[in-house]
């Protein structure tokens, strides 16, 4: 089973590596020189930021689980993560359009790097003080560093469809080179030189102390509305009544929950999903494997995005389509493919075609990232754009809390066809947006054709 892990990455290193090279004229943008250097100092800073995320990740349960927390404890550790993200970095993160949104990417690379240092002590309160550090981290990291591209990228007077660019190439470098070498860095740092499971925490620290001095020297502040001194209630009202009287923004808010709550239950479920008889699987090949294929997905989006003839609305349509199939797999493997018997093992056939479906499914998440970045640009507005996001990302973490509460108290294949009718759902709702969409920008043409008669001539209404 060994050749069919390395023939599953192989081919997916091939598939990027032809998409990357064998871009043309038409795959690519022509920009300007001053543009080049702010995108190049943007992604660096953004895969420093995504480097000190990734290299935690593989470490953190396990960190807990040998400091002898049970199964139980670390999952309220999670839970209360998941909640200071909700709460506290709703906060946080909407504070960021009043006071700068470069001191909030600071704040993040501090609240982040004491999260970290808190990871040497096995005292279980203060492991809860860095979970709820390390939620508030996480709302800016998906809130405030993208409100700052966007408000630098206006202000700079770039052409918008650039904007295009740089998210196709943060996501495939932060969510896919980065996330590799992340993965295999901390793997190196942990076992192989044996410095222990609080090795990558410590690396990350150090990334992020770097990636912090980069945007203290060359970034400059921008904010949501400078112009009005309003407090935070006010910024919450703001963006209440912008997502309440817009149905755009409303019905991205409610896409990017069910996408990112299907994406979330995922990342819990795929290890029991590809092992359910204890078979032994290599874990951090497959999670490489996923990483390629959503930079494989990331790939995809920058020639889709880099043709403005191409909606985003109409192929993300498809994408949430294929992702609900995906996530079909493991129930449909349950009923149709005979289970083996005994326990331990390789990889099962049913495993198999699920590892191939969600090395789909992780193709468009690769796809889903650049795009919906698009689409928040074009929607959300400057004045609460860090505020909104944030609000976007309350339904996201309370969903994500009852399934980490509730893991254990349903079978694997209700929570996979759970995420599945989200999918759904979010296909229905992205056609909804695409509707909405197209009639808003249509209407300005409409009212200049009702208006002029024949002859060019004004009626009299």
């Given at each position: ?5 390395y ?18 004229a038409?795959?690519r ?5 001053a543009?080049?250097s702010f995108?190049?100092?943007y ?63 600071i ?13 040497h ?6 492991l ?14 998906f809130?405030?560093?993208e ?25 495939f ?7 590799i ?32 001095t ?20 006010a ?6 009544a ?24 995922f ?19 497959i ?11 990331s ?12 909606k985003?609305?109409?192929y ?16 449909i493997?349950?009923f ?6 005994g326990?331990?093992g390789?990889?099962s056939f ?18 889903f990232w ?10 959300i ?15 996201l ?12 108290a ?19 709702l ?6 909405v ?12 054709a ?8 004004p009626?009299?209404?």
């Amino acid at each position: 089973m060994e050749v069919f892990y390395y023939a599953v990455f192989g081919a997916l290193a091939a598939v990027v590596a032809a998409l990357e090279l064998s871009k043309t004229a038409r795959d690519r943008v022509s920009t300007s020189a001053a543009f080049s250097s702010f995108k190049n100092n943007y992604l660096l800073v953004y895969s420093l930021m995504m480097a000190g995320d990734w290299l935690q990740g593989p470490y953190v349960y396990y960190l807990y689980s040998t400091y002898g927390f049970d199964k139980g404890d670390i999952g309220r550790l999670f839970i209360a993560g998941f909640g200071s993200s909700m709460v506290f970095g709703t906060i946080v993160g909407s504070l960021a359009d009043k006071q700068g949104r470069k001191r909030a990417c600071i704040t993040y690379c501090i609240s982040y790097i004491l999260s970290c240092i808190t990871k040497h002590s096995p005292e279980y309160k203060v492991l809860m003080v860095g979970r709820i550090l390390g939620g508030i981290a996480t709302s800016l990291l998906f809130s405030a560093f993208e409100s700052w591209l966007v408000a630098e990228h206006n202000k700079r007077g770039f052409d918008p469809q650039w904007l295009s660019l740089t998210f196709s190439k943060a996501i495939f470098l932060g969510n896919g080179l980065v996330a590799i070498v992340s993965g295999l860095f901390a793997n190196m740092l942990a076992d192989n030189l044996g410095f222990g499971p609080v090795a990558p925490f410590d690396a990350a620290a150090c990334i992020l102390a770097v990636g912090m001095t980069i945007i203290m020297s060359s970034w400059s502040e921008n904010y949501g509305d400078p112009s009005e001194n309003k407090d935070l209630l006010a910024q919450f009202k703001v963006a209440a009544a912008a997502i309440a009287s817009d149905e755009k923004i409303a019905l991205l808010g409610a896409i990017q929950s069910l996408f990112e709550g299907s994406m979330y239950t995922f990342v819990f479920l795929w290890t029991p999903a590809l092992s359910p008889n204890d078979e032994d699987i290599p874990h951090g090949f497959i999670f490489a494997t996923f990483m390629l294929s959503s930079m494989l997905g990331s790939s995809i989006a920058s020639r889709l995005m880099a043709r403005p003839a191409l909606k985003v609305e109409s192929y993300m349509q498809i994408v949430f389509a294929i992702s609900a199939c995906t996530l079909l797999l493991p129930v449909i493997t349950t009923f149709y493919i005979t289970p083996s018997g005994g326990n331990g093992g390789s990889i099962s056939f049913s495993g198999s075609i699920q590892l191939l479906g969600f090395c789909t499914f992780e193709a468009c998440v690769g796809i889903f990232w650049p795009s919906i970045m698009k689409m928040r640009s074009q929607y959300i507005p400057e004045e609460a754009r860090s505020t909104i996001m944030n609000f976007f990302r309350i339904p996201l973490n309370i969903f994500v809390c009852i399934v980490l509460y509730n893991v254990n108290a349903f079978p694997i294949t209700i929570m996979f066809g759970m995420c599945s009718i989200f999918l759904f759902m979010a296909v229905i709702l992205q056609r909804r947006l695409m509707v909405v969409s197209d009639t808003q920008r249509a209407r300005p043409q409409d009212w200049t054709a009702m208006e002029m008669n024949d002859e060019d001539q004004p009626l009299k209404v």
